[in-house]
């Protein structure tokens, strides 16, 4: 089993970088396969799934901050 990277424990900043740097990635492997150089084709499904992660993540961590909010008041 593959190891998966923790996005719980990092912090907002963080998973912003990531995210920006996934992108990037999957930008550049997209070019590198119109260029017919892709090594590794599995590669997209990761990096896809890794921005969906992240994504996963910061949204469930507002949904959290907006319920803990009105039961502060």
Known sequence: MKNK?????????ELDSRIAEFKKEKFNYRAQAKA?????????????????????????????AAAAAPAAN
């Open 5 to 13: 990277i923790s996005f719980k424990d990092m912090t907002d900043a």
């Open 36 to 64: 017919g150089q892709i090594e590794n084709p599995a590669k997209f499904k990761e990096l896809r799934r890794n921005i969906a992660r992240i994504l996963t993540e910061k949204r469930r961590r507002e949904l959290a």
